[in-house]
């Protein structure tokens, strides 16, 4: 996917722009939401809404309040308020969307800490902005050197530079409490600026750096996920998953977040299951849960004394068994249950062959057709000409 400012190879292929997240068609960013209410009107005396949202490197966004009344429209590079001196960022959202964005995220229109934008970005500005926007991989490089040369047990994830250029933030893991104040010295030494040092979770930082997840489609938390909710094991035991931390792991080390997607309708449909905990009691002695299939209504009972044998039930005939046994009665075998399910599941299974789609050699039967054939008309010429020459 490219934006209409991506160069194009001779084989048709993206080339990319090179922007990095600063594209400004905005048909390349991280986290883009339409804004369908730009050709629609305000009412009569209505006058704009004065806060703009504005995006950064890597999806970062934030809320700036358009104080000098400037007619923006999405991809507007503006210059915003910093402390100190002033960034560079793209307009990603202007108009009444941004309330719903603000009310998401629990920033009151009134507070007065919403910085100011300055003015629309001139050529100097988006020079000096490529121009340090150009020295991060550098910077990112040599930090990490300085850090393994100080022993410090932390992971350097992203270097974000301010717009002026006069100031850089560091992003940063680490599992416990870092003592940097070494550190920034040498930072702000070597590279002659403002240093700040944030730290940031695995979740975040994965959604930061982005990549193709396991499904071969972009992170969630990169493209449209805006919230990070707990994801325990409970919810892959719920949904019947082995529990295997490379398969269950995303690539930020912590358990995917779309374990969380289908969980709602699991637990829907284990309503009407019994508890796995709960033993089935008959005449030929306790029967054990084994395992469940939750949306086929099957449940697998072996015998405590044969657990080899494993026996299907439904969930209607489980919870019949189980409501026998609260009355003090005992079934006489799970196998009158288990054969019934496996006549009808016989009847259910039976069909006609047509066109002979069961047999998993129907294409391999026409070539040794062919190769015998061909060998018997070998042999038929050479046998004929034998013939020939003997007549002769």
């Not at 609260?326 to 006489?332: A, I, L, P, R």
Request: glycine share 6%; hydrophobic share 30%; with cysteine.
């Amino acid at each position: 996917m490219s934006c209409t400012s991506c160069s194009s190879s001779i084989d048709g292929l993206p080339l990319g722009c090179k922007n990095n997240g600063a594209c400004a068609s905005g048909s390349c960013d991280k986290m883009n939401v339409f804004d369908w209410l730009a050709n629609m009107s305000l009412p009569d005396g209505q006058k704009p809404f004065d806060i703009a949202e504005i995006r950064f490197k890597n999806g970062r966004k934030g809320f700036y309040r358009n104080t000098k009344e400037l007619q923006l429209c999405i991809g507007d590079v503006v210059a915003v308020e910093t402390s100190p001196g002033h960034d560079i960022g793209v307009v990603s959202l202007t108009g009444e969307l941004v309330k719903v964005q603000m009310r998401k995220k629990k920033v009151s229109s009134d507070n007065e800490d919403i910085k100011q934008i300055y003015r629309k970005a001139s050529e100097k500005d988006i020079e000096i902005w490529t121009t340090a926007r150009n020295k991060e991989k550098e910077v990112q490089k040599k930090s990490r050197l300085i850090i393994s040369r100080l022993g410090l047990k932390m992971k350097l994830s992203d270097v974000e530079f301010q717009g002026d250029g006069n100031k850089a933030t560091f992003y940063y893991t680490a599992d416990d409490r870092v003592d940097f104040r070494q550190l920034i010295r040498e930072l702000a030494g070597t590279f002659s600026l403002r240093v700040e040092m944030k730290q940031v979770g695995l979740r975040q930082e994965a959604s930061r750096l982005g990549g193709i997840g396991s499904c071969g489609r972009e992170l969630c938390c990169s493209t449209w996920l805006t919230d990070f909710r707990s994801v325990s094991t409970s919810a892959a035991r719920y949904q019947q998953l082995s529990l295997n931390p490379q398969k269950l792991a995303g690539q930020c080390g912590k358990l995917k977040c779309c374990l969380n997607y289908e969980l709602d309708s699991y637990m829907d449909a284990l309503k009407s299951f019994p508890k796995p905990n709960i033993w089935l009691q008959t005449e030929k002695g306790p029967a054990i849960f084994q395992k469940m299939d939750i949306f086929k209504g099957w449940m697998w009972y072996a015998y405590k004394e044969n657990p080899i044998t494993w026996h299907k039930l439904t969930v209607e005939q489980t919870n019949e068994i189980i409501k026998l046994n609260k009355g003090n009665t005992k079934v006489s075998s799970l196998e009158e249950y288990s054969l019934e399910l496996e006549f009808d599941a016989i009847e259910a299974s039976n069909f006609t062959d047509v066109v002979g789609q069961d047999s998993l050699t129907r294409f391999d039967k026409p070539k040794f057709k062919k190769k015998r054939n061909r060998k018997n008309n070998r042999n038929f010429r050479n046998n004929k000409k034998n013939l020939q020459k003997k007549n002769k």
